[in-house]
Protein backbone atom coordinates (compact mmCIF):
# COMPACT_ATOMS: atom_id res chain seq x y z
CA UNK A 1 0.00 0.00 0.00
CA UNK A 2 0.99 3.53 -0.82
CA UNK A 3 0.82 6.15 1.29
CA UNK A 4 1.23 9.87 0.49
CA UNK A 5 0.74 12.31 2.77
CA UNK A 6 1.82 15.60 4.21
CA UNK A 7 1.43 17.87 7.40
CA UNK A 8 2.79 21.28 7.54
CA UNK A 9 2.91 23.55 10.07
CA UNK A 10 4.01 27.44 9.05
CA UNK A 11 3.38 30.33 8.73
CA UNK A 12 1.43 32.00 5.25
CA UNK A 13 4.42 33.89 3.49
CA UNK A 14 1.95 36.43 1.54
CA UNK A 15 -1.60 36.43 1.38
CA UNK A 16 -3.31 33.62 -0.29
CA UNK A 17 -4.61 33.79 -4.37
CA UNK A 18 -8.01 33.33 -4.64
CA UNK A 19 -9.17 32.31 -7.87
CA UNK A 20 -13.21 31.27 -9.32
CA UNK A 21 -13.54 29.81 -11.99
CA UNK A 22 -16.53 29.43 -14.54
CA UNK A 23 -17.69 26.75 -13.28
CA UNK A 24 -18.15 28.09 -10.09
CA UNK A 25 -15.22 25.92 -7.93
CA UNK A 26 -12.57 28.14 -6.12
CA UNK A 27 -9.33 27.54 -5.51
CA UNK A 28 -6.96 29.31 -3.02
CA UNK A 29 -3.45 29.05 -3.52
CA UNK A 30 -0.97 29.75 -0.57
CA UNK A 31 2.63 29.62 -0.12
CA UNK A 32 3.38 28.21 3.50
CA UNK A 33 7.05 28.55 4.95
CA UNK A 34 8.55 26.04 7.64
CA UNK A 35 11.54 26.93 9.54
CA UNK A 36 14.21 24.24 10.84
CA UNK A 37 17.16 24.22 12.65
CA UNK A 38 18.19 20.86 13.15
CA UNK A 39 20.37 19.36 11.22
CA UNK A 40 21.30 22.97 9.89
CA UNK A 41 19.38 26.05 9.51
CA UNK A 42 16.59 26.28 6.89
CA UNK A 43 13.68 28.47 5.79
CA UNK A 44 11.56 26.68 3.06
CA UNK A 45 8.86 28.14 1.17
CA UNK A 46 6.05 25.38 0.26
CA UNK A 47 3.23 26.00 -2.55
CA UNK A 48 -0.16 24.75 -1.28
CA UNK A 49 -3.59 25.16 -3.05
CA UNK A 50 -6.99 24.22 -1.66
CA UNK A 51 -10.24 23.45 -3.87
CA UNK A 52 -13.32 25.01 -2.29
CA UNK A 53 -11.97 26.60 0.67
CA UNK A 54 -14.22 28.58 3.33
CA UNK A 55 -14.48 32.39 3.39
CA UNK A 56 -12.31 32.68 6.13
CA UNK A 57 -9.10 31.54 4.45
CA UNK A 58 -9.30 33.84 1.80
CA UNK A 59 -9.13 36.89 3.95
CA UNK A 60 -6.02 35.31 5.97
CA UNK A 61 -2.79 38.21 6.53
CA UNK A 62 0.02 37.15 5.86
CA UNK A 63 2.19 35.43 8.55
CA UNK A 64 -0.53 33.62 9.68
CA UNK A 65 -0.07 30.59 11.89
CA UNK A 66 -1.40 27.44 10.51
CA UNK A 67 -1.54 23.68 10.03
CA UNK A 68 -2.09 21.97 5.98
CA UNK A 69 -3.13 18.37 6.09
CA UNK A 70 -2.58 17.22 2.58
CA UNK A 71 -0.68 15.04 -0.32
CA UNK A 72 2.16 15.96 -2.47
CA UNK A 73 1.16 16.46 -6.78
CA UNK A 74 3.55 17.19 -9.41
CA UNK A 75 1.99 19.87 -11.74
CA UNK A 76 2.84 20.04 -15.09
CA UNK A 77 2.12 23.04 -18.26
CA UNK A 78 3.64 24.29 -21.09
CA UNK A 79 5.19 27.47 -20.59
CA UNK A 80 7.60 29.49 -23.23
CA UNK A 81 10.77 27.85 -22.12
CA UNK A 82 8.93 23.54 -23.11
CA UNK A 83 7.13 21.90 -20.41
CA UNK A 84 7.61 22.90 -17.15
CA UNK A 85 6.17 21.21 -13.68
CA UNK A 86 6.77 22.46 -10.04
CA UNK A 87 5.48 20.05 -6.49
CA UNK A 88 2.94 21.48 -4.59
CA UNK A 89 1.08 20.35 -1.50
CA UNK A 90 -2.79 19.98 -2.45
CA UNK A 91 -4.97 20.20 0.79
CA UNK A 92 -7.38 18.44 1.98
CA UNK A 93 -7.46 20.59 5.58
CA UNK A 94 -6.15 24.18 6.75
CA UNK A 95 -6.38 24.77 10.25
CA UNK A 96 -5.40 27.81 12.09
CA UNK A 97 -3.13 27.71 15.18
CA UNK A 98 -4.68 28.98 18.67
CA UNK A 99 -2.78 31.56 20.41
CA UNK A 100 0.37 29.66 21.96
CA UNK A 101 1.12 28.32 18.77
CA UNK A 102 0.42 24.20 20.15
CA UNK A 103 -2.60 23.08 18.64
CA UNK A 104 -4.90 23.50 15.89
CA UNK A 105 -8.12 25.49 16.53
CA UNK A 106 -10.29 24.20 14.15
CA UNK A 107 -10.35 23.30 10.17
CA UNK A 108 -11.48 25.76 7.24
CA UNK A 109 -10.96 23.49 4.48
CA UNK A 110 -14.01 21.87 2.68
Do not use: K
Not at 72 to 82: D, H, K, N, P
Amino acid sequence: MDLNLVVLQGRLAAVPEHRTFESGSHLLRMLVTTRTEHPRRRLDVIPVTLWDPSPELCTLPADTPLWVVGAVQRRYWEGVEGRRSRLEVVAEHVMLEDDTGDDPVGSLGP
